[in-house]
Structure formats: structure tokens, C-alpha cells
């Protein structure tokens, strides 16, 4: 793809239109968060409390061979990076292509940054999430070579946050360069939003006689105290049961995190981000992507593609294009995309996962929600 992409040509203020934070998060169910009864081997319920459960099942595209045959393949977000990752993927001539296209984007060595660092340059948001990127899909590459069932056998495909946008790439809905292109907007984008207000995301440990919710009202208002103007505070990502993410301003954070006892609140611990991404205070970063995504081709998804914004697949490229700009506002929907994935009868057999990327933590997620499909799990490292 030929087109110029720079951020500087999507920041025109009087040419976008004021983001409805509503519209944007109205399509993400909500879900029950707390566990479900023991002598099942899912470890939390999807439905909303007193709701008929319906079957997440009916929300994958599931071919009728035997599962033991076909893969599910996902992809890591950021918070994931660390300096030395991608050095043992150059070996595998696939990613060592993907290295070399990726600098011819960016106009600087990704390679270099992401084995040598420096730490803090790796961490900020615009260099973290090309790095991610392309050492997920240099991954891939790895497993092609290692295991190519697994990609020919593949049934469906899921990404957390940026990792939807390797997903993407997997599934031929967008090329490798365009991938690249659109990241790198995408986390300059969030970075700038994130200098215009002090945000910060914890992860969160809680019980069943948690307050996670009020603790966020008072958090909110704490901030509100303080003359923070648009104060937010929200859970921004569902892991597993009893661990979400939560969002907001620094403010709000740090009020959770000095009265977590009060709440009820077990652990809490600080992500390797620069701000509150998956809550409305990444808006001034959604309409700069939204007119990037416009300017690129997009194709129909060769496999299956589950959203974060409500765990459900793609229809097609129209689809991407509308939903994906949504997903830096609403709240990861992880835990909801596992039930969708890995629900089943007790007498059907689980997938082949494979999770390609830096560090292993969606493989940790998937144990945490469904241990049995988590035994069919491997990681493929960068």
C-alpha cells in the first residue's frame, strides 16, 4: 500500500467530528463478573446475572472436523515488550524479512531497539506497539517453519488490543506494511493522548467480597475532588476471574491503590503503559486512527478474526473497519472472547492453542479461565 501515512495528516481538528463516547461503547456486552459454581471447568460465567445463558459456542465459526486437528492462534498486547526480545526469531529468514520491512517503515533499526533498547524508549507507547507487532508476527514465522499444521489448520485467530491488529494480518485482512503503517499511527496516536492527560492502568486482584465497582465511583470522584476535569476511572480489560484491569487518571489510581483495603481489594499492580488506554480518555486518539483505517484496503477475513470490543468475529472488511477504531476506548473483552473460543460439550476435545509473541501471558489468562483448554496451549516466544 502506497499511501502516506503520518500522523501529522490525521490531526486537523476542524476536519473531526467530537467522538460519541456512548455510541463507542455501546456494543460491549456486559458480563458477569463473578465466579461461577465450582465442578465446572469454567472458572467464571459470561452472562449477565439472572439472564438465560446462551451458548458462546454459536459465536465461533467452528469447522466439523476433530478440534485435536485444527489450532487457534493469538496474539500478545502491549506491556508485553522487553529489551532482548526478537533476537533468537533473526535466524528464521521469514522474520528477519519482517524485520527489514518494518524498518523501511518506521525509518529506524526496530531490530536494534528491540534487542538492545534503551528499556524506557522500548516502553513508551509509540516504539512498544511496532516492536510487539512485528516480533508476534516474526514469531509466527517461527512456528511456519517449526510446525506448519498449525498455521494450515487454523480455525480462528484473536489478538489482546494491539495484538488484534497481528491477528488481522494473519487472516489477510490487511498486508504486513499496512499493519505497520496503521501501529505506528495507532501508538502515536494513544501516546498523545496519554501526554494530554496523566493516565495510568493497574491490574487488579480482588475476591468475591470485593467492591471493584464502588471503588471506581470513589476513585472518580476522588479525582473530580482534585479538579481533574473529565475524570474517568473504569475496568479497561477482563482477564480472569476476580482480575481486571482498571483505567483512569493518575489521580484515581493512585486513590485505589492507597485504599485498597478499604475496598476489599486483594493485590494491585501497576502496568508497563503510558496511560489509560480502553477508556474514554483515549478519545483524541480514536478519530486520528478512524481516518488512517479509511485510507488503507482492507480484504474479508480468510479465518475467523474475534473482536475485542464484544468477543465475536468479524463478518468482513466493512466490519473492521467500523468496530476496530472502537476497541482504544472500550474495554478489552478477553475473558468473554475465551468463553466464545473454547466453549464446548464436556465430551468435545479442546484445539491446539498457540500464543505467538513476548512473554507468556495469554497462555496465563487461558489457564486461569478454562484449564482444560489451556492444556492444549504452547507459546511460541520472540
Not at 512485528?134 to 517449526?146: F, N, P, Q
Not at 495484538?163 to 487472516?171: I, M, R, S, Y
Not at 470522584?221 to 477482563?238: F, K, T
Request: glycine share 6%; charged share 25%; proline share 6%.
Amino acid at each position: 500500500n502506497k499511501t502516506s501515512l503520518n500522523i501529522a495528516n490525521f490531526c486537523d481538528k476542524s476536519k473531526i467530528k467530537k467522538p460519541d463516547v456512548k455510541a463507542l461503547l455501546n456494543e460491549a456486552a456486559s458480563f458477569e463478573d463473578e465466579a461461577a459454581s465450582e465442578g465446572n471447568e469454567w472458572s467464571t460465567s459470561p452472562y449477565p446475572k439472572g439472564a438465560t445463558p446462551r451458548n458462546q459456542a454459536l459465536h465461533s465459526l467452528r469447522p466439523r472436523v476433530d478440534p485435536r486437528e485444527t489450532s487457534i492462534i493469538l496474539f500478545p498486547g502491549q506491556g508485553t515488550q522487553y529489551v532482548g526480545m526478537g533476537s533468537d526469531l533473526v535466524k528464521f529468514p521469514g522474520a528477519k524479512d519482517l524485520f527489514e520491512a518494518a524498518n523501511s517503515v518506521l525509518n529506524y533499526d526496530l531490530l536494534k531497539l528491540c534487542t538492545n533498547g534503551p528499556e524506557d524508549k522500548l516502553d513508551r507507547t509509540e516504539y512498544a506497539q511496532p516492536a510487539i507487532l512485528v516480533c508476534s508476527l516474526a514469531a509466527l514465522e517461527r512456528l511456519k517453519e517449526e510446525r506448519p499444521s498449525a498455521i494450515e489448520n487454523c480455525v480462528g485467530t484473536a489478538g489482546f488490543s494491539l495484538g488484534e491488529l497481528a491477528a488481522l494480518v494473519f487472516a489477510e485482512v490487511m498486508s504486513f506494511e499496512t499493519a505497520v503503517k496503521l501501529v505506528k499511527i495507532r501508538g502515536e496516536a494513544m501516546q498523545l493522548a496519554s501526554e494530554m492527560v496523566r493516565g495510568a492502568m493497574v491490574n487488579v486482584l480482588y475476591g468475591p467480597d470485593s467492591e471493584l465497582g464502588r471503588a471506581c465511583v470513589k476513585a472518580k470522584e476522588h479525582a473530580i475532588s482534585l479538579g481533574v476535569e473529565n475524570a474517568h476511572c473504569s475496568i479497561s480489560n477482563y482477564l480472569f476471574p476476580h482480575c481486571k484491569i482498571v483505567a483512569g487518571n493518575e489521580e484515581a489510581i493512585k486513590y485505589l491503590e492507597d485504599n485498597k483495603k478499604e475496598f476489599k481489594l486483594r493485590k494491585l499492580k501497576r502496568l508497563n503503559v503510558s496511560g489509560a488506554f480502553h477508556t474514554p480518555l483515549m478519545l483524541p486518539a480514536v478519530e486520528i486512527f478512524r481516518a488512517a483505517l479509511a485510507k488503507v484496503r482492507l480484504s474479508d477475513p480468510s479465518i475467523a478474526v474475534y473482536s475485542n470490543v464484544d468477543g465475536r468475529h468479524y463478518k468482513d472488511a466493512a466490519h473492521v473497519r467500523r468496530q476496530l477504531p472502537k476497541q482504544i476506548v472500550a474495554p478489552v473483552k478477553w475473558e468473554q472472547t475465551m468463553h466464545v473460543l473454547y466453549e464446548r460439550s464436556s465430551d468435545i476435545p479442546f484445539p491446539n492453542t498457540f500464543e505467538c509473541g513476548p512473554s507468556q501471558s495469554l497462555s496465563v489468562i487461558l489457564k486461569m479461565v478454562n484449564t482444560k483448554a489451556w492444556g492444549s496451549c504452547q507459546n511460541v516466544p520472540a
